[in-house]
């Protein structure tokens, strides 16, 4: 047995197979159950890294019963957190917990297994979003490795504490956390969960502007990882360098290394790491104006995150996701604001629309994803307007048929200058459509009836209402009764539950104003 551990610490695994078989051999012989129920656990582990999957159950499970008959309480809570494990890792949660918590029932008067139980049992509340949980059972880890003195098991636990703590944004405590696991990590020697530490504390020196203490500390961390040919920890320490220098305006350093980090999770294969740093580097793009290159690394992000796999990353894949979409409302919003800036009479007009057409969508009972939808499709819903000319739309009195029919262009234009972003969500037809009428007197394409997306059926009476309630280079703004009669009498250009549901959730806001 002792050999077999060594073997395997050496990463002799071949060997590693050969002794733990041998133990188990030998204990049958010498009737020594306790050393065959630790042997088959341990084999069970390997086969499980070799993605041997039912031997490894199998194993465990005989290693379970062997402990149970033998009464011995720690050994059997071993098997079952291996066995939850397990269960983790092939996605079954519940039956994952339910085996963390039969383990700890058992084995938790051994402080060390109780540690390492409560560490697997934060790690799950973890990718399920429940960081209050998490931080809960990472405490009880952090007791129960305190009592058995396990200096190695202390670290991961202040390092979990740390991020769970970051995500929580309770900066004070990721900080000291991130410190006393540095302190410990360095006392043991384990090289890589230093350069760990380094990092993810300087993701917290980010978030609390320390800039010039989070480059050193992923500077340092990056030195470590390169010297341990850790290419995916790499790419990690690249993002927050990149991070870094965007923030600090140093946009081609920070160009530069995304654009590393983004090669060396491509290299690696991860998913988590590619998907966060494309979406770094379109936050640096949107701040360069780069909104076109911007929008299409945040639907590869998008394609990225969809594939995320919370069993595998170790992360809230919820959370994420949601974070993404911030950072795609904020792009589309500040270009959507950026063309209404050459106009200072229809500045805030997209946020109102955005506003109105959510309104509208939640009272026609529009799921989150068509709501999602229809607030992005109201920030672009006007793009197009950067290529008509600046003399046209602010041109204070009525406009001629010519001039009239370069504005008809600019849904068309709209959907020409996004040609080259697939978004995750349909925007185009609302974009495209926004100004076709139920009656089939609209533009750029004469649509009629229920050939009109609804979203753009939505985003037109949203549109119609700003226009007709703020004051236009043409005309002052009506007052909202004159611009619900006008509207009363063009309804038909809109269908009939779109303009019930707008007069449902848009007029009685307004009026409640």
């Given at each position: 047995m002792h050999e077999a551990r060594a073997q395997e610490r050496a990463g002799a695994i071949a060997k590693a197979f050969e002794s733990y078989r041998a133990a188990v051999a030998e204990a049958v012989t010498a009737g020594a159950a306790s050393v065959e129920a630790e042997a088959l656990r341990r084999l069970a582990v390997l086969h499980h890294h070799r993605n041997e999957r039912d031997t490894a159950r199998g194993l465990g499970g005989r290693s379970l019963a062997i402990a149970q008959e033998i009464g011995d309480q720690v050994l059997a809570g071993e098997a079952l957190n291996v066995l939850g494990g397990f269960a983790f890792e092939s996605g079954a949660m519940d039956e994952a917990r339910g085996r963390y918590q039969e383990a700890l029932g058992l084995g938790g008067t051994d402080p060390g297994l109780r540690g390492r139980i409560e560490q697997n049992l934060g790690i799950l509340a973890n990718i399920q979003g429940d960081h209050a949980q998490a931080m809960l059972h990472y405490r009880r880890a952090l007791e129960g490795f305190d009592v058995s003195g396990d200096r190695k098991g202390q670290a991961i636990a202040h390092h979990n504490l740390g991020m769970v703590s970051a995500d929580r944004q309770s900066w004070e405590d990721a900080d000291q956390h991130f410190r006393q696991s540095l302190e410990i990590t360095r006392q043991v020697g384990d090289v890589h969960l230093e350069g760990l530490c380094l990092l993810n504390h300087s993701e917290v020196h980010v978030a609390r502007q320390r800039f010039e203490e989070a480059r050193v500390n992923a500077e340092q961390a990056l030195a470590i990882f390169d010297r341990l040919g850790a290419r995916l920890d790499k790419a990690d320490a690249y993002k927050v360098l990149g991070v870094v220098y965007r923030e600090t305006g140093r946009f081609t350093l920070a160009?530069?290394?995304?654009?590393?980090?983004?090669?060396?999770?491509?290299?690696?294969?991860?998913?988590?790491?590619?998907?966060?740093?494309?979406?770094?580097?379109?936050?640096?793009?949107?701040?360069?104006?780069?909104?076109?290159?911007?929008?299409?690394?945040?639907?590869?992000?998008?394609?990225?995150?969809?594939?995320?796999?919370?069993?595998?990353?170790?992360?809230?894949?919820?959370?994420?996701?949601?974070?993404?979409?911030?950072?795609?409302?904020?792009?589309?919003?500040?270009?959507?604001?950026?063309?209404?800036?050459?106009?200072?009479?229809?500045?805030?007009?997209?946020?109102?629309?955005?506003?109105?057409?959510?309104a509208v969508a939640e009272a026609l009972g529009a799921d989150q994803t068509q709501i999602t939808t229809i607030r992005m499709?109201?920030?672009?819903?006007?793009?197009?307007?950067?290529?008509?000319?600046?003399?046209?739309?602010?041109?204070?009195?009525?406009?001629?048929?010519?001039?009239?029919?370069?504005?008809?262009?600019?849904?068309?234009?709209?959907?020409?200058?996004?040609?080259?972003?697939?978004?995750?969500?349909?925007?185009?037809?609302?974009?495209?459509?926004?100004?076709?009428?139920?009656?089939?007197?609209?533009?750029?394409?004469?649509?009629?009836?229920?050939?009109?997306?609804?979203?753009?059926?939505?985003?037109?009476?949203?549109?119609?209402?700003?226009?007709?309630?703020?004051?236009?280079?043409?005309?002052?703004?009506?007052?909202?009764?004159?611009?619900?009669?006008?509207?009363?009498?063009?309804?038909?250009?809109?269908r009939p539950d779109v303009y019930t549901a707008f007069l449902r959730s848009v007029v009685a806001s307004a009026i409640a104003a």
């Open positions: 160009e530069s290394r995304l654009q590393a980090a983004i090669e060396q999770a491509v290299a690696t294969g991860s998913v988590l790491s590619e998907a966060e740093a494309s979406r770094e580097l379109a936050r640096l793009y949107q701040t360069s104006g780069r909104n076109q290159e911007a929008l299409q690394l945040l639907n590869a992000a998008h394609r990225l995150f969809s594939r995320l796999d919370a069993r595998v990353d170790l992360v809230d894949v919820t959370s994420k996701t949601n974070r993404l979409e911030e950072t795609y409302f904020a792009v589309v919003r500040d270009w959507g604001q950026s063309i209404e800036s050459a106009d200072s009479y229809t500045f805030g007009h997209c946020e109102r629309v955005a506003t109105y057409a959510v499709g109201a920030y672009l819903h006007d793009v197009g307007k950067v290529k008509v000319p600046h003399q046209i739309l602010n041109k204070p009195g009525k406009l001629t048929d010519d001039e009239f029919a370069v504005i008809k262009r600019h849904p068309v234009w709209g959907v020409e200058l996004l040609a080259s972003v697939e978004f995750p969500w349909d925007l185009k037809p609302i974009i495209r459509s926004h100004h076709e009428r139920y009656d089939g007197n609209g533009y750029p394409d004469r649509l009629k009836g229920d050939e009109i997306p609804l979203g753009a059926q939505i985003i037109c009476i949203v549109d119609v209402y700003d226009a007709l309630t703020t004051t236009r280079s043409y005309r002052g703004a009506m007052s909202h009764a004159d611009a619900l009669a006008r509207m009363d009498a063009d309804r038909h250009w809109w």
